[in-house]
């Protein structure tokens, strides 16, 4: 079993900031990349930031310059500054994570529960 929990979202105006956080336990044998996804009513869910275990890091291009993912792999966490936030930043957000649980398994995509930010105008 694997366990991803995020913290961190809450209600914040336009321009401010925010810092999300996400933990991920239980069998983990080797965790590949991890991220944040976003879903906002009426919309699909898409990806904002991942990080992959070397560090490299890519973005959705709407966030670029604003947002900043990083990752503790001693810790297995992953934490997302979010500046200069917009009202269409806000979504509930989910951290993903693309694990390993056991050698010779293959790795598969686990997800938090979601984190809800609401930036108002």
């Known amino acids: 079993q694997v366990h991803l929990v995020e913290s961190g979202g809450g209600l914040v105006q336009a321009g401010g900031s925010l810092r999300l956080s996400c933990e991920a336990s239980?069998?983990?044998?080797?965790?590949?990349?991890m991220g944040w996804y976003r879903q906002a009513p009426e919309k699909q869910r898409e990806l904002v930031a991942a990080?992959?275990?070397?560090?490299?890091?890519n973005y959705a291009d709407s966030v670029k310059g604003r947002f900043t993912i990083s990752r503790d792999n001693a810790k297995n966490t992953v934490n997302l500054q979010m500046n200069s936030l917009k009202p269409e930043d806000t979504a509930v957000y989910y951290c993903?994570?693309?694990?390993?649980?056991?050698?010779?398994?293959?790795?598969?995509?686990?997800w938090g529960k979601g984190t809800l930010v609401t930036v108002s105008s």
């Open positions: 990080i992959r275990s070397g560090g490299s890091t």
């Open positions: 993903n994570g693309n694990i390993i649980t056991e050698v010779y398994v293959r790795a598969m995509d686990y």
């Open positions: 239980g069998s983990i044998f080797r965790i590949n990349s």
